[in-house]
């Protein structure tokens, strides 16, 4: 997601809060299917299947990456 954002020819606020939604769907589907199969524990938590797309949401959400796409 950083790589697809850093060579996005535009910095408008909706690419930055539709890189967020694309995220959290991401992470929440792998949770939800997850919790669906039964198997949902802290290894599963923990996987980088959730770690990632948490840790984008995290960086998006930063004051610094607010002001990088408004300009």
Do not use: Q
């Amino acid at each position: 997601m950083g790589w697809l954002l850093s060579r996005w020819p535009s910095r408008w606020k909706l690419v930055r809060w539709g890189a967020i939604a694309v995220a959290v769907v991401a992470g929440g589907g792998y949770l939800a299917m997850v919790a669906i199969d039964g198997d949902l524990g802290w290894i599963k938590l923990l996987a980088p299947s959730v770690f990632l797309p948490l840790a984008t949401v995290i960086t998006l959400l930063t004051p610094s990456a607010g002001c990088w796409f408004d300009r």
